[in-house]
């Protein structure tokens, strides 16, 4: 079928996107569901740091591309053998998990090695690719995969392993929202850091992510403190239920402590603040996908001397199965006001400037709706 999507042309164009352009928005085929897989028909997809961070180098994929990968949609097809139903809403998670693999097994600690696999090759965990497009040359040309998912497109064709599907109430901006910065932030909570009740919890780098790890932690009940060098970001954290919102040089020079500490900025100063904030005994958990030649510096006497714990956490640590639908439960009961994380709603022509805005770090949650 003819889709139209944001193709990721290039690794290393510069900032600011807008006028470098390396995202094009045109015409794909895309192949119908093989064994296994769905097509699904996207309503919102939201715009992450792991897309920014291909479009800016730190984490090279093969291009072209079809980005996005935190998304929902209806079920429109199905492939042979495939379980879902027709008319499914399901939110589209950027890890599948093929449940048969030894990090399968781990419950979600590691990432599914089949699935991350095909991630960096750019295929479905089924093999190949359903995306071609038309190249300047006339003849046809292979577009990878996006993480398994490719959402910044009408629609995409998606392993069930790449799925969850969610009840009808719950709305498409809030279900693209679970794909990844709730299962990230949210189960970097939950699964990695665990606090115990009445433990305080701190979250340095209040983007998407980070501030789901924020409402995450509200909603289980703790005191939370919230870090990031952006003042409306302070403010929002504090409307959303911090106890306490500062700036990281203040956070350490006030000498704010807490037994659980998310790092959900993705760059090695974020969590060397993260680091310096987690009190004796604490765990430090870190989330963020900084360049691989980033660098941060502790003090290693200190994690013997304090038993200090550093957990690194892929996707919050989740099994999205059973993640998503706890998270659906604790929205349903008011607990987790996830539409909150939503800073703007744009059009897929928007995609450039809207890579602007989240590299200057201005944006939560951009949603391209459908």
């Not at 879902?84 to 599948?96: D, E, H, K, Y």
């Not at 969610?166 to 709730?182: M, N, W």
Request: charged residues 20%; proline residues 8%.
């Amino acid at each position: 079928m003819r889709i139209t999507g944001a193709v990721l042309e290039r690794c290393d164009a510069p900032a600011p996107y807008a006028e470098s352009r390396p995202v094009t928005v045109g015409p794909l085929e895309l192949g119908p569901p093989r064994a296994g897989e769905v097509l699904v028909r996207i309503e919102a997809a939201g715009l992450c740091h792991s897309d920014l961070s291909v479009v800016d180098g730190n984490r090279v994929r093969p291009v072209p591309m079809l980005l996005g990968h935190e998304a929902a949609g209806i079920v429109e097809s199905v492939g042979p053998g495939a379980r879902l139903a027709i008319g499914q809403r399901v939110v589209m998670t950027f890890l599948p998990r093929c449940g048969e693999c030894a990090e399968c097994a781990t419950d979600g600690r590691l990432p599914c090695s089949v699935g991350s696999a095909a991630n960096g090759a750019g295929t479905l965990v089924g093999g190949g690719r359903r995306l071609t497009r038309v190249a300047p040359s006339g003849e046809a040309q292979e577009v990878h995969h996006h993480l398994g998912v490719s959402a910044f497109a009408s629609h995409a064709v998606v392993s069930e392993t790449s799925v969850v599907p969610v009840d009808d109430d719950v709305p498409p901006d809030v279900a693209a929202l679970l794909g990844c910065a709730v299962l990230t932030g949210g189960g970097a909570v939950v699964n990695a850091g665990r606090p115990a009740p009445g433990d305080r919890v701190a979250v340095v780098g209040l983007g998407g992510v980070g501030m789901a790890a924020l409402l995450m932690a509200v909603a289980l009940g703790h005191e939370v403190i919230g870090v990031d060098a952006v003042p409306a970001k302070l403010e929002l954290a504090r409307e959303l239920g911090a106890a306490t919102a500062v700036g990281p040089q203040e956070a350490v020079e006030q000498g704010l402590r807490a037994p659980v500490v998310i790092e959900a900025a993705g760059s090695a100063r974020a969590f060397e603040t993260a680091y310096a904030i987690t009190a004796p005994g604490g765990t430090t958990v870190t989330v963020g996908l900084p360049h691989p030649d980033a660098r941060a510096s502790i003090s290693p006497l200190s994690l013997t001397a304090e038993a200090r714990t550093v957990v690194g956490s892929y996707l919050g640590s989740a099994v999205p199965s059973r993640d998503i639908p706890r998270y659906v439960e604790l929205w349903r009961a008011g607990r987790l006001p996830l539409d909150r994380l939503v800073s703007d709603r744009i059009a897929l022509d928007d995609l450039p400037a809207a890579l602007d805005r989240l590299a200057s770090g201005e944006a939560l949650r951009q949603l391209v709706t459908f």
